[in-house]
Structures are given as structure tokens and as C-alpha cells.
Nanobody, 121 residues
């Protein structure tokens, strides 16, 4: 079995920072791309950031977080991070981690349970 577990959400004031973590564990054959989605109340789930596997990992961000959020990964720990700076109220959402994992005969996406990020004064 494979588990993907997020941590690091919470309440922060506008302009503040948070760091989300997401660790994959279990019967992992190989870990490919990892990333974060978010879903705000009444809105569709939005892809926030992704990072590919391998040293150096190529990254991509949704325009609204460019320059404020940084995605990184520690391949030795099967962990991906999302450093969020200069947070805005519109960043409030449940953040979901995903990991593309080869754990059997195919490569499938695995999801975390979500972590709430609330930006409010």
C-alpha cells in the first residue's frame, strides 16, 4: 500500500508564510512527478505547482502564485514541500498533495487527505 500524508496547514495573516510538506510512503517502486492542487469553497480544484523527478526537478506554477510560492522535493525522503510566502486571502483553500507513483503494474496518481490553509486577519 501507498500513503501520501500532508502537514503544515493553518491560519496565517495576510503577508505571512507557511510551509506545507507531503510525504509518500509504503510500497513505492518509483516516484515520479509530485505537486499540489488547491480547492477553495465554491471553486474548482486548481493545480498550484508541480515538480518532476530527478536531480534539479523541473517546476511549474499557476500564474497567481509565481514569485510567492516555491515547490521543492527531497527524493531521499520521498517528500515534496510548498513554501508559501506573501500569502493573500485568495490563497485560502484546502491544499492537496499528489504523487505519481509506480507501485505495481502502472504509474498512478496518489492523493493526500488535504490540509486547510486560511489567510485572514
Amino acid at each position: 500500500q501507498v500513503q501520501v500524508v500532508e502537514s503544515g496547514g493553518g491560519l496565517v495573516q495576510p503577508g505571512g508564510s507557511l510551509r506545507l510538506s507531503c510525504a509518500a510512503s509504503g510500497s513505492i517502486g518509483r516516484l515520479y512527478a509530485m505537486g499540489w492542487y488547491r480547492q477553495a469553497p465554491g471553486k474548482q480544484r486548481e493545480l498550484v505547482a508541480t515538480i518532476t523527478s530527478g536531480s534539479g526537478g523541473s517546476t511549474n506554477y499557476v500564474d497567481s502564485v509565481k514569485g510567492r510560492f516555491t515547490i521543492s522535493r527531497d527524493n531521499a525522503k520521498n517528500t515534496v514541500y510548498l513554501q508559501m510566502n506573501s500569502l493573500k486571502p485568495e490563497d485560502t483553500a484546502v491544499y492537496y498533495c499528489f504523487a505519481q507513483i509506480h507501485a505495481g503494474l502502472s504509474i498512478d496518481p496518489y492523493w493526500g487527505q488535504g490540509t486547510q490553509v486560511t489567510v485572514s486577519s
